[in-house]
């Protein structure tokens, strides 16, 4: 093994060892999220975060929730030199049929950070949206087959 050697020009994107060391990185964020007390509950599991790739989706019941992670995720990824697309991240609140919609602001604030609220959203080729409804992803599906 070699000693320790400091990089100062980082990698290219697309390099080998770049997306090992990404990975290493975003498993840290990610295992950090984990660790705050938020979530979903989904059989015996509290979720918190879903991740695949490059792709995060946090959850949470409340904003207040959502903040917390946000706050955790966003720190720990600035130790690690990551940063968070802020045009690329949106937000959305999933409520039951039965709730009154209370707040519609169209963004959230958190840190220096500015998030678009979303009613829908695609994540990992399944269209979720706000209200619990897959007929807007039945309807792409079925123009699709057209």
């Not at 994107?13 to 979530?39: D, W, Y």
């Not at 019941?61 to 959502?66: C, F, G, Q, T, V």
Request: glycine residues 6%; charged residues 30%; hydrophobic residues 35%.
């Amino acid at each position: 093994m070699s000693s320790v050697f400091e990089n100062k020009t980082g990698l290219k994107q697309g390099a080998p060892l770049s997306t090992i060391l990404f990975n290493l990185a975003l498993q840290k964020v990610i295992r950090s999220i984990k660790m705050v007390p938020s979530g979903i509950k989904i059989g015996k599991e509290q979720l918190n975060v879903l991740t695949y790739a490059v792709d995060i989706a946090l959850t949470g019941k409340n904003e207040i929730e959502i903040r917390k992670c946000f706050v955790e995720m966003e720190n720990i990824a600035r130790k690690f030199g990551l940063q968070i697309n802020q045009g690329k991240t949106k937000y959305m609140i999933v409520e039951s049929k039965n709730c009154v919609k209370k707040n519609k602001i169209g963004y959230l604030k958190i840190k220096n950070y500015k998030f678009e609220r979303v009613e829908n959203f695609k994540y990992l080729g399944v269209i979720l949206n706000e209200d619990y409804n897959n007929q807007i992803d039945l309807q792409e599906r079925k123009f699709k087959k057209c």
